[in-house]
């Protein structure tokens, strides 16, 4: 399966707030579409899933016209959708049959969901009494009750504490390996970088970087490295850099334990560690450097922080 976003744009009257969103992606990966609040996240997946209509651009499924009730989609909206007052289990196997699922499947499976999620001991109790991140819990058991193809989640991490996070995130890694096709939307960097092999961000409507999330930190790092001195302290150090090596490299940041450099003439890396073998410089570390997506969405997204 193979998803195509195409040239998305959409208008909220006379504002356009998607200018033209692009990205692609299959089954078996996840994409991470990241932005800032407003950026347009939420809005981009109610597009893709027939909530709004776009004004221009197209959404294809393997070459054809993305329908989405042709398929079996998972979503997890933002606005969450269960009901407060109603039990569990009842309300998942409620919604499960709206979703064409038999009665008995659905309780099979919305049982299994709450068991995975580590709160089957809640089925029968009514929603309202569960706490935030146990609510959560049961959306994205409700999302993936109906074992979908496709699965869009839309911060779902929001809300979870570290050891319930954890269990998501096994959760999601295991419906990569069975070769589902995820999204999710996030600001949340960190569980980005675990699973997604693919990023989109998206700033001001727009996607500003878009790709393989490996090959995007190695491009990045390119002609970049990280070096530290077991004699001098990262500031004297990056000082003696700047007096002696200018013409090898810059410092681009300096870090507590080290200086991340760029090099500025051919063969910077390696005319650098000759240079610093004939200095006094005691080298401690040195490495190529490979930035974090934390750092790479505060480069492309990060203007107005
Ligand atoms: N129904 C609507 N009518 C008018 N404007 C809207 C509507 N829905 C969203 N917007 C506007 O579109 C922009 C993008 O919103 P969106 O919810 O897609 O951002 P987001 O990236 O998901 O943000 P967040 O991380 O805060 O959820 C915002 O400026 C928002 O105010």
Not at 116 to 136: H, V
């Amino acid at each position: 399966m193979k998803l195509e976003v195409r040239e998305i744009r959409k208008s909220f009257g006379d504002k356009e707030i998607l200018h033209g969103i692009s990205f692609e992606v299959e089954n078996g990966k996840a994409l991470g579409l990241l932005g800032r609040n407003g950026a347009g996240k939420t809005t981009t997946i109610r597009v893709l899933m027939d909530v709004f209509r776009a004004n221009s651009g197209e959404i294809l499924m393997d070459g054809r016209k993305f329908i989405p009730k042709e398929y079996k989609i998972g979503y997890l909206p933002e606005e969450r959708g269960l009901y407060p007052m109603k039990k569990v289990l009842e309300q998942m196997v409620y919604l499960a049959n709206l979703r064409g699922m038999g009665q008995r499947e659905a309780k099979e499976s919305g049982k299994a969901w709450l068991e995975r999620m580590g709160i089957g001991e809640y089925a029968e109790r009514k929603l309202e009494t569960l706490s935030k991140g146990n609510q959560q819990k049961v959306q994205l058991a409700q999302t993936l009750i109906c074992n979908p193809d496709i699965i869009i989640l839309d911060e779902p991490f929001s809300g979870l504490d570290p050891v319930n996070s954890q269990i998501l995130k096994d959760v999601v890694k295991e419906q990569i390996a069975l070769g589902r096709l995820v999204i999710f939307s996030s600001h949340q960097m960190n569980y980005v970088e675990e699973f997604c092999e693919e990023i989109a961000i998206i700033n001001h409507g727009q996607i500003v970087l878009n790709g393989n999330l490996r090959e995007i930190k190695r491009s990045y790092g390119e002609n970049r490295l990280t070096i530290s001195a077991a004699n001098y302290q990262p500031d004297v150090l990056e000082e003696k850099l700047e007096k002696e090596f200018s013409d090898i490299v810059k410092v681009v940041k300096k870090k507590k334990d080290y200086l991340i450099l760029e090099g500025v003439c051919k063969g910077a890396k390696k005319r650098l560690l000759e240079m610093l073998a004939a200095s006094d410089i005691d080298l401690e570390q040195t490495g190529n450097y490979e930035p974090s997506l934390n750092d790479i969405f505060v480069m492309k997204a990060g203007d107005e922080a």
